[in-house]
């Protein structure tokens, strides 16, 4: 019982280290968004009727004010709008993108613009029991202050855009993102449109009614507008709201100029680039806004939000001093299999002293004369399933054979192993002498993927058998080779430079991949696979020997399967296939 409990355990505490306030922010932002989602759709019932707008807003505050519910939600628009102030304040470089300052402007906007709103409706119900629901607010928007209405279809599109652009920081490195896009952007312009028209279409219905003395009666009395000095109190608390945000936004902006002014003080320290570039910087930039700064190409797929690893560096001589990892850093290190302390993320590392480094993945740079027809591909973090296949003897064939001869018949090799690869469904990557990594999922479910590595496996046997069985005559021993294949999150994308661009596949699933592919030397067997592999390809459990091994960069030992001899594997997937039909 203990040793089921003890990776559980781990897998929590892996997940509790890949929380920070990144995290914090897109859940707290999605629980916000799908409130604003919600509501733009009760808007839009005023295309149908403003009885609909009042029917939709009954069972839209059944759920948003369900105290439970209510909780997350205003928890998390205060948690939301703390973290925006912290990012003013936190950030020192500006010059990402300019889509990425507009957001922090948008979102830092929208509680000026709300406040009044807010007051009105909640504050007046829980003070005074005010009842003012859409016949009460289009009214004051359309007849009594229609300078108002203006400033509601301001703070709806400036949230609706601020809530758009971090979905889509959020989805654009997921694999579906490329496929939902139209969908998401057709969503993206509907609702805000569907929700601004069926505003207009209860203005002007509300109108109408206004001209009703007896509408006018129960619609705006007392106990739902409430007293004048009851309305002059909420003005009151509006406007105290309003300057004391104001007044903290001017506190943090005091305080950032404080603390350059401090760190221009505290000293200056020097980061050399290895390739003989060194900058003076302030202390308490991290490297990759230093680098930004000054206008140092580094690469960094996420914009600095430690979400991928592109940024990584390995820092020369003494690390030691350095400040630790936060528990967000050390999360997407040891999620890449880099448990080197001399490595670090560049977005993350702050260095109070001078440092030597050098990067790990060279920028995307395009030359001169590079087509703008062929654009690098910016790496999405997607599960895909690699394998290894690597030839066996090719060092003794080389000897006693012409180079032509040798290339030959390494290139006969490869050909039936990636005939088999794209036959399974996969895609031939990478060909390493004579070896190759080959991706499966780039189009399919990660079921679907591991279920074509292993008819892949089986086919490159069946083709092997046949390229034996032409060079017979020409072959002292028969052609073998090597299988390794493993499941896992992985970074895909371009990697190169300039010209000389290559789509691939980076990650610790990789890694353990061709590990795996090592380890058929050992085990003697033509594959090993990943329990993963062979579980998600709903292969039965007793359908291949287990046994525990260890994985070279990793504290635990793995679960892989040993396959002697591949070509029984396309009969336990099509086996699984006729169980499942």
Request: with cysteine; charged share 20%; glycine share 8%.
């Amino acid at each position: 019982m203990n040793h089921m409990a003890s990776p559980s355990r781990e897998h929590l505490q892996d997940m509790a280290r890949g929380v920070g306030l990144r995290q914090v922010r897109l859940v707290s932002g999605a629980i916000m968004f799908a409130y604003l989602v919600s509501h733009f759709l009760n808007h839009a019932l005023g295309n149908i009727s403003v009885d609909a707008m009042m029917i939709g807003v009954h069972y839209h505050t059944m759920f948003w004010q369900f105290l439970p519910v209510a909780i997350l939600f205003y928890g998390a628009c205060l948690v939301h709008t703390a973290l925006g102030i912290w990012a003013l304040y936190q950030r020192r470089e500006f010059r990402w993108k300019a889509i990425e300052p507009l957001q922090l402007a948008l979102g830092l906007s929208i509680p000026m613009l709300i406040i009044a709103h807010i007051v009105g409706v909640r504050l007046g119900q829980a003070l005074y029991g005010h009842e003012k629901l859409y016949p009460q607010e289009l009214y004051t928007f359309f007849i009594a202050s229609p300078n108002r209405l203006w400033t509601m279809l301001a703070v709806l599109v400036i949230a609706w855009v601020h809530g758009c652009i971090g979905l889509y920081f959020w989805l654009r490195m997921r694999a579906f993102f490329k496929r939902a896009a139209p969908l998401l952007l057709a969503a993206a312009v509907l609702i805000p449109t569907l929700a601004m028209l069926g505003i207009y279409q209860g203005g002007r219905a509300t109108m109408s009614d206004w001209e009703d003395a007896d509408w006018r009666k129960q619609e705006l009395s007392v106990a739902k507008f409430g007293t004048a000095a009851q309305g002059k109190m909420l003005d009151s608390i509006t406007d105290y709201l309003i300057y004391g945000y104001l007044g903290l936004l001017g506190l943090v902006l005091v305080a950032r100029a404080g603390r350059a002014l401090l760190e221009r003080r505290g000293g200056m320290i020097a980061l050399s680039y290895g390739n003989g570039r060194t900058l003076r910087v302030p202390r308490g930039l991290s490297v990759l806004e230093a680098s930004l700064r000054y206008n140092v190409p580094h690469a960094s797929v996420c914009g600095g939000r430690a979400r991928c690893s592109t940024c990584r560096i390995r820092i020369i001589g003494d690390h030691a001093a350095l400040p630790e990892p936060s528990p967000r850093e050390a999360f997407v290190l040891h999620r890449v299999g880099s448990d080197d302390p001399s490595i670090r993320l560049a977005c993350q590392l702050r260095p109070n002293a001078d440092l030597t480094f050098f990067q790990l993945f060279l920028p995307h740079t395009m030359s001169a004369n590079a087509s703008a027809d062929h654009p690098a591909r910016v790496g999405q973090e997607r599960y895909l399933v690699s394998m290894f296949v690597d030839m066996r003897g090719s060092t003794q064939l080389a000897e006693k054979r012409l180079p032509f001869d040798t290339v030959f018949i390494v290139n006969r090799f490869l050909g039936a192993v990636s005939q088999a690869v794209l036959e399974a469904g996969g895609r031939p990557n990478q060909f390493i002498g004579d070896g190759m990594l080959a991706l499966f999922g780039l189009t399919t479910g990660r079921e679907e993927a591991c279920r074509q590595a292993l008819r892949a496996a089986a086919l490159i046997a069946a083709n092997i058998d046949e390229l034996n069985q032409f060079l017979s005559h020409d072959l002292r021993e028969p052609i073998r080779f090597g299988i390794g294949i493993h499941g896992g999150e992985v970074i895909v994308g371009d990697i190169g430079y300039r010209d000389h661009m290559v789509f691939t596949a980076l990650g610790d699933a990789v890694n353990v991949a061709a590990r795996l592919q090592d380890m058929t030397k050992s085990l003697a067997c033509e594959a090993v696979i990943s329990d993963e592999v062979r579980a998600l390809a709903g292969v039965a459990e007793d359908a291949l020997p287990a046994q525990e091994v260890a994985i070279r960069g990793r504290n635990e030992p793995m679960l892989v399967r040993a396959v002697e001899s591949t070509r029984g594997l396309s009969a336990l997937v099509a086996e699984r296939r006729a169980v499942a039909a």
